[in-house]
């Protein structure tokens, strides 16, 4: 496992991590040493590290030129991405869990971006029609996980659930449709697009279950 990383992000926070929370790495974590560039991609972050090169120009990797390569609806390919997009997903309800009837609940969820700070997450509850401000509720820090929350009342009413988040350069997380837009459907290393969850409502037959949808 190889991967070309540009000098900028070497230089700017990027790490050689040899314990965490207090411990050693252990194996599966990439003992004894891994690379961690924050804000970037996870095949990035190479584990049981063994040599850094310093080289004038990328050197092709296999990794890097046969998987990480992503090819466009117009046939274009992206030769190299490093940086994680804008991106969230409501966490609760979600998949996991059944709605207990119309009332109160608060959707929570997390929120994140390699570019920088979370500037705020917005949610709609009917697939992008009208949306409403989360709450963020943890510290707002540079290239980390913030989280959010948002309460409202049910009615029973079928929903469809989603997070938008921004970030501190104004990037907005897309809907899934403008990024096949503008990506094709072949890319799958930097898929940041909007996640739908569908509640069916309380008179159905699947009263309160939810599913992973698109549309």
């Known amino acids: 496992m190889s991967r070309s990383i540009p ?4 230089m700017d926070d990027c790490i050689v991590a040899w314990a965490q929370n207090g411990e050693a790495l252990r194996n599966e974590q990439g003992y004894p040493i891994r690379l961690v560039p924050p804000g970037c991609e996870g095949n990035m972050w190479v584990k049981h590290l063994r040599r850094l090169y310093v080289t004038n120009e990328p ?14 609806g117009d046939g274009s390919a992206v030769r ?8 969230s997903v409501i966490t609760y309800p979600s998949p996991d869990f059944k709605m207990d009837g119309p009332g109160r609940y608060v959707v929570k969820g997390i929120a994140y971006s ?8 917005d949610i709609t509850m009917d697939g992008g029609r009208t949306y ?13 996980w913030t989280r959010f929350e948002y309460e409202f009342d049910w009615d029973g009413s079928e929903l469809f659930l989603q997070s938008r988040a ?42 309160g279950v939810i599913d992973n949808v698109q549309f």
């Not at 409403?132 to 980390?144: I, M, P, R, W």
């Not at 970030?167 to 940041?192: C, F, I, M, S, W």
């Open 80 to 87: 190299f991405s490093w940086v994680n997009e804008c991106n």
């Open 7 to 10: 000098m900028e992000i070497a």
């Open 166 to 207: 921004t970030d501190e350069t104004g990037y907005t997380q897309p809907q899934a449709p403008q990024l096949r837009e503008k990506r094709g459907t072949n890319p799958v290393y930097h898929r940041n697009a909007m996640v739908t969850w569908r509640v069916h409502a309380w008179n159905s037959d699947r009263a």
């Open 132 to 144: 409403h401000e989360a709450t963020l509720t943890s510290h707002v820090l540079d290239k980390a």
């Open 114 to 121: 390699g570019r920088g700070k979370i500037k705020n997450v």
């Open 59 to 72: 050197l092709q990797h296999r990794e890097e030129t046969s998987k990480y390569s992503e090819l466009y």
